[in-house]
Structure formats: C-alpha cells, structure tokens
C-alpha cells in the first residue's frame, strides 16, 4: 500500500462529494491531510465522507460553482476556517451534452453553463490561490483535465472539450510564471472513468464500446487516479511542474 506522509497539509478539492473528488478526497485524508470537501447538492455524502476521518480536521463547505459570488465564498470560507491553504484541486466539472441538433439558443445556454463551472471558477480559484500562496511563500495546483483537450470529443460535448482545453492552457500558464515563487501546477487528464456521471453513457452505449477504446481490460476508476494527485500534493513530484499526466487506460497515447 503507499504511504504518503501529508499531515499538516490543507487541500481545497472541489466536487468532493462524488466520483474522482470523493476517491481523491478519501485518499488524501487517510494520508493526513486536512481536507476542504467542496459540494454542490451532495451534502450527505461529503459530510459523511469528512466524519469517517475525523482525526484529520477536515470540512465539508457548500458552494455552487456557477455563480461566481459563492466561488468567492468559498474560498474565503476555506480560508477563514483553516488559516491556509497549501493545495487546490481543481477537479469539479460537468459533462454536458449539447448537441448541434438543439437550438442556438439551447446549445448556448450549455456551452455558458459549462464554461461557467469548467473554467470561469477554475479562473477564478486560480486567481484567489495565487494571491494566497505568494502571501504564504508557497502553493500547489493540480487542475484535473480530461483526454478529450488532446483527441478531441463528439459533437455532443464540445464545450466540455473547450472548457478543460482552456484549464490545461491555463495551468500550463501558472507553471510557466509563477514557478520562481514557489508556486507549481500540474495537470491529471483522465480518460473514460467509473464514475456514476459516467454509467449513464454505460447503460446507454454498453461497457464492451468504452472496453474496445482502451489498451487494458478493465475501466479506470476513481481510486486508481488518488495516489497520483497525493503525490502531485505531497512535494515529491515538484520538478513535473507545468506537466500534463494521462491515466487513461492506454485509450490516447500521446
């Protein structure tokens, strides 16, 4: 099993509350970290996710991320309550889709919607954690991307694919001009991954069609992606600034 030692550590992780955030969130609390769990409407599970590692001092902290007023909340929420913040995970996000066939007027009002919870708060939160860690002398991010920003998506979900394109540039970014102010930033672009957001296209489209798109035999899961994103957390990984990592099951090799 691997052991990470991340006691003392604060790490806001947005959409905490389900899927790859929750994996995550769960692995960084039994490492020792204190854990910002952000949730949008889940609050029973992120609570219940914080009260199983209660020796860390970990908090559930509601926030929609749509409106920009409560990322600002949020964040000073987070901050007020711990102090100091020494990681931001940048992993909520929708998968919408928006096909061509709607109206303009109905394609756009996803394509707004995504781009507001994709990349506006990932903006946003970038923005608020780089003052906050030029204060504190030190910072990491780790913007959660997608596979679709180098192979590109359906038609159905091109503001998806825009919006993580716009975080991996944004990221990059952060690497290039911030890195002499101890400031790093990764990216982790998943592939097709198990969570419930994805069993929708399962029972839809069958797992033996998402099975044939990747090199290994079995689907990516949450969990598989933790360990990863603890070691991004825990300094160990420091020189990989401004890198893009896949865990995608072999399904784009770049």
Same mark, same amino acid.
Not at 135 to 140: A, H, I, V
Not at 141 to 150: L, N, T
């Given at each position: 099993?691997? #052991?990470?030692?991340?006691?003392?550590?604060?790490?806001?992780?947005?959409?905490?509350?389900?899927?790859?955030?929750?994996?995550?969130?769960?692995?960084?609390?039994?490492?020792?970290?204190?854990?910002?769990?952000?949730?949008?409407?889940?609050?029973?599970?992120?609570?219940?996710?914080?009260?199983?590692?209660?020796?860390?001092?970990?908090?559930?902290?509601?926030?929609?991320?749509?409106?920009?007023?409560?990322?600002?909340?949020?964040?000073?929420?987070?901050?007020?309550?711990?102090?100091?913040?020494?990681?931001?995970?940048?992993?909520?996000?929708?998968?919408?889709?928006?096909?061509?066939?709607?109206?303009?007027?109905?394609?756009?009002?996803?394509?707004?919607?995504?781009?507001?919870?994709?990349?506006?708060?990932?903006?946003?939160?970038?923005?608020?954690?780089?003052?906050?860690?030029?204060?504190?002398?030190?910072?990491?991010?780790?913007?959660?991307?997608?596979?679709?920003?180098?192979?590109?998506?359906?038609?159905?979900?091109?503001?998806?694919?825009?919006?993580?394109?716009?975080?991996?540039?944004?990221?990059?970014?952060?690497?290039?001009?911030?890195?002499? #102010?101890?400031?790093?930033?990764?990216?982790?672009?998943?592939?097709?991954?198990?969570? #419930?957001?994805?069993?929708?296209?399962?029972?839809?489209?069958?797992?033996?069609?998402?099975?044939?798109?990747?090199?290994?035999?079995?689907?990516?899961?949450?969990?598989?992606?933790?360990?990863?994103?603890?070691?991004?957390?825990?300094?160990?990984?420091?020189?990989?600034?401004?890198?893009?990592?896949?865990?995608?099951?072999?399904?784009?090799?770049?």
């Amino acid at each position: 099993m691997i #052991q990470l030692d991340l006691k003392g550590k604060t790490i806001l992780l947005t959409g905490a509350s389900d899927g790859i955030g929750k994996a995550v969130a769960a692995f960084l609390m039994k490492m020792g970290a204190r854990v910002a769990v952000h949730y949008h409407t889940n609050k029973i599970s992120a609570e219940t996710l914080v009260a199983a590692y209660p020796e860390t001092g970990s908090k559930a902290f509601k926030a929609d991320l749509s409106e920009e007023i409560e990322v600002y909340t949020l964040f000073e929420a987070v901050k007020a309550h711990f102090g100091k913040i020494d990681v931001i995970i940048l992993n909520a996000g929708v998968f919408l889709p928006h096909s061509v066939h709607k109206t303009t007027e109905d394609w756009y009002a996803i394509w707004k919607k995504t781009m507001d919870i994709n990349l506006n708060s990932v903006g946003l939160l970038t923005k608020l954690g780089i003052d906050h860690f030029i204060t504190n002398g030190e910072g990491r991010f780790i913007y959660i991307g997608s596979r679709a920003v180098f192979r590109g998506e359906t038609e159905e979900y091109m503001a998806y694919a825009a919006s993580k394109g716009g975080l991996v540039s944004l990221a990059r970014s952060v690497a290039r001009s911030f890195g002499k #102010q101890h400031i790093k930033s990764f990216i982790v672009a998943p592939g097709f991954t198990r969570t #419930q957001m994805a069993e929708d296209f399962i029972t839809a489209h069958g797992e033996k069609k998402i099975l044939d798109e990747i090199a290994l035999n079995e689907l990516t899961k949450p969990e598989d992606l933790a360990p990863l994103i603890g070691m991004l957390c825990s300094g160990l990984m420091d020189h990989a600034t401004g890198a893009t990592i896949d865990m995608n099951a072999g399904s784009h090799i770049r």
